[in-house]
């Protein structure tokens, strides 16, 4: 009897001859490889007498999936019609970006769409669109970004002080904020998410905590930013309790970085397996709840969002303890996730890829460009939106159109007209690639309502 464990082992012990015996070999090869072949089958053999104790357990979950229930893998058909949506701002977005929510609700697990007005084409769903489906996850239709998210934090400091103290200030963006691959905190903090059940049960986190314990406090590439500038509240009645006037702010764009993306990568992988699609919407595999891979991916999915959360929170506090003030006041939401809300009535799952959630009364921020202002906003609570709005003024050009079009000297440009001081971002991320955030804002007044701005002075991001 040689050490590796095979197919006919399992046979011998009674399991049944379908699938059941990949998924256990490909399991045991992939995360048991080391254990003794003795053990493995001891414990097989608990699975096969008492198989409901096993269910949702790491490596035995899928192995009881495919023997009491194992999830049916068969091609799907769009339907010939669209469920019912609605486009904001119609006019300023592209056509593929349209077409793209097109497919999207032709797929049977569709209930309900929507277009922000600072949408664009995007991979699977466009950016910008939103989603309810029945029970089922589309990972594409979060994007590889989980949790990507914005963070505003206001302090009780005048906004003159940008102004007198702009070099400090450039200082300490330059010298404690991390960005892209490479860079890393040399003082790295612990925080309480690295304590979490997922990080041992699920098998592909338990590889990856490490890193994320390496890239906390750091921020991703492309777009991603940490910026002070001038917070203006205009809305006396505000949740946060801040009187009308001008504050010095701190706001940060970034996600999941190498946890999120590892996440997206598997379990795309996974759904486009077990969810074949025709070719054009293939990107919109999903993975349904009531599977294991649909519950491990859920799982998966909220610790990133935390896990990104847990990234804004110690780039603030590193920050806010350089400044030497308390916080007044902080404003955060996701844009890249999927949530569990009712949809008229009925409990759907909606993905918001590049959208923020505006529920009735919930707070978010939606940025413009480095030289244009974000919005602090409420929610109205929008069916027709699906609760949602738009997640920033949305790309004009793309980054190779930007690399063709634009110049240093034109970007250097525009920095100096807005009083604005910029470390490190490329061409690609230049303000002319946006489209006009008060346009947009314009297109969505029945979305959400403004209680103040947020204009950059002093941004960085990755070289």
């Avoid at 404690?176 to 903090?189: A, N, W």
Wanted: with cysteine; charged share 25%; aromatic share 8%.
């Amino acid at each position: 009897m040689g050490n590796k464990l095979k197919g006919k082992d399992l046979i011998k012990l009674g399991f049944p001859k379908n699938n059941s015996i990949n998924i256990a070999l490909g399991q045991i090869n992939r995360y048991r490889k080391k254990e003794k072949k003795e053990r493995i089958l001891e414990e097989a053999k608990q699975v096969l007498l008492e198989p409901e104790r096993f269910q949702g357990n790491a490596i035995w979950g899928k192995v009881v999936e495919g023997l009491i229930k194992p999830v049916e893998v068969r091609f799907h058909q769009l339907k010939n019609t669209r469920a019912p949506f609605t486009i904001y701002g119609e006019n300023e977005i592209d056509d593929q970006a349209k077409y793209q929510l097109y497919d999207a609700l032709k797929l049977p697990i569709a209930v309900q769409g929507a277009l922000m007005p600072d949408a664009h084409s995007g991979y699977g769903l466009p950016i910008g669109g939103v989603l309810a489906t029945d029970n089922v996850v589309i990972p594409y239709g979060v994007g590889v970004d989980i949790g990507c998210r914005m963070c505003l934090t206001i302090y009780p400091i005048k906004a003159s002080y940008l102004k007198g103290k702009r070099h400090q200030l450039e200082n300490i963006l330059s010298e404690h904020t991390k960005f892209g691959m490479r860079e890393t905190h040399k003082i790295k903090h612990d925080h309480e998410i690295f304590e979490r059940t997922e990080f041992k049960d699920i098998p592909l986190l338990k590889r990856l905590k490490i890193k994320a314990f390496q890239q906390l406090g750091t921020s991703g590439g492309g777009n991603h930013f940490v910026e002070f500038g001038v917070v203006n509240i205009t809305e006396p009645n505000n949740e946060f309790n801040v009187p009308v006037g001008e504050y010095v702010g701190l706001l940060t764009h970034s996600g999941s970085r190498g946890l999120g993306a590892n996440i997206a990568k598997h379990y795309t992988y996974l759904a486009t397996k077990q969810c074949p699609l025709p070719k054009n919407v293939q990107h919109l595999a999903w993975l349904d709840l009531n599977t294991h891979d649909g519950q491990e991916y859920w799982l998966a999915m909220n610790l990133a969002g935390d896990y990104a959360k847990a990234c804004h929170d110690d780039i603030h506090k590193r920050i806010g303890k350089l400044l030497g003030a308390k916080p007044v006041a902080k404003i955060e939401n996701h844009h890249n996730f999927a949530w569990k809300e009712q949809v008229n009535g009925i409990e759907r799952i909606v993905h918001r890829k590049g959208a923020t959630p505006a529920n009735k009364g919930q707070l978010g921020i939606i940025p413009g460009s480095m030289t244009a202002p974000g919005y602090i906003v409420r929610g109205l609570g929008n069916t027709g939106s699906i609760n949602s709005a738009s997640h920033g003024a949305g790309r004009l050009f793309s980054r190779r159109k930007c690399k063709e079009k634009f110049t240093n000297s034109e970007i250097k440009h525009q920095l100096k007209m807005n009083d604005v001081s910029l470390i490190g971002g490329g061409i690609d991320e230049a303000p002319m690639a946006y489209k006009d955030i008060k346009k947009v804002m314009a297109n969505q007044q029945e979305l959400v309502e403004v209680l103040g701005t947020f204009t950059p002075k002093i941004v960085r991001m990755d070289k």
